[in-house]
């Protein structure tokens, strides 16, 4: 069992910029691959980026790419989400997600899943 807490959404002028972090807790952090997910208000939760176990391997979503950037601290079982020039079409819950497969990361099908983090970008 892997306990998820994200942290470090908030209220955000356009241009401006946040770092994400998700701590997590139970077994061992470097046996999962790590991703973030985002939902906006009525639309469907999308992938934004996911991380391997030891950082060297990262995969992200087009529409992200070049302004998130994901980061893993093993030694602090947490990983984060940079997000830089940020849009107000970048508001959403932003969803931290583990999984010992990357495929079943980013189909968005892993068992484990954090409370979410409210980002609001206002224009």
């Known amino acids: 069992q892997v306990r998820l807490v994200e942290s470090g959404g908030g209220l955000v002028q356009a241009g401006g910029s946040l770092r994400l972090s998700c701590a997590a807790s139970?077994?061992?952090?470097?046996?999962?691959?790590m991703g973030w997910f985002r939902q906006a208000p009525g639309k469907e939760r999308e992938f934004v980026a996911a991380i391997s176990l030891s950082g060297s391997k990262i995969y992200a979503s087009d529409s992200v790419k070049g302004r998130f950037t994901i980061s893993r601290d093993n030694a602090k079982s947490t990983v984060y989400l940079q997000i830089n020039s940020l849009r107000p079409e970048d508001t959403a819950v932003y969803y931290c997600?583990?999984?010992?497969?990357?495929?079943?990361?980013?189909?968005?099908?892993?068992?484990?899943w954090g409370q979410g983090t409210q980002v609001t970008v206002s224009s």
């Open positions: 997600t583990a999984d010992e497969l990357t495929s079943t990361i980013i189909r968005g099908r892993s068992d484990y």
């Open positions: 139970g077994r061992t952090f470097n046996r999962y691959v």
